[in-house]
């Protein structure tokens, strides 16, 4: 079964850096793109940071200048790591994936994968 697996999530002071990663398990899983993105208390999913299998990256632009997302194609994995974080930034991030499952020879099928999130506390 293919799933997303995330890591990295915290406690960190304002000024200060954190590094999320997020990989898919499972085989036969080809990336499309992959992002974070971020939900606060009571509030629908904001995108943080998307990145496609050709390194095309997107930024929300309360993130950009501070925050850089990468990807590693062949390990089907997204990084972003978050520099010069602000209270603000304080939420659970959720890792993202888009693409293709191999289900036979001759047979793919799109996917769009949810992690569980991971929370990102920036308080002093």
């Known amino acids: 079964q293919v799933q997303l697996v995330e890591s990295g999530g915290g406690l960190v002071q304002p000024g200060g850096s954190l590094r999320l990663s997020c990989a898919v398990t499972?085989?036969?899983?080809?990336?499309?793109?992959m992002g974070w993105y971020r939900q606060y208390p009571g509030k629908q999913r904001d995108l943080v940071a998307t990145?496609?299998?050709?390194?095309?990256?997107n930024y929300a632009d309360s993130v950009k200048g501070r925050f850089t997302i990468s990807t590693d194609n062949a390990k089907n994995s997204v990084d972003l790591q978050m520099n010069a974080l602000k209270t603000e930034a304080t939420a659970v991030y959720c890792c993202?994936?888009?693409?293709?499952?191999?289900?036979?020879?001759?047979?793919?099928?799109?996917?769009?994968?949810w992690g569980q999130g991971t929370l990102v506390t920036v308080s002093s």
């Open positions: 499972g085989s036969n899983f080809s990336m499309y793109a």
């Open positions: 993202n994936a888009e693409g293709l499952e191999a289900v036979s020879a001759n047979t793919d099928r799109y996917l769009e994968l």
């Open positions: 990145i496609t299998h050709t390194r095309r990256t």
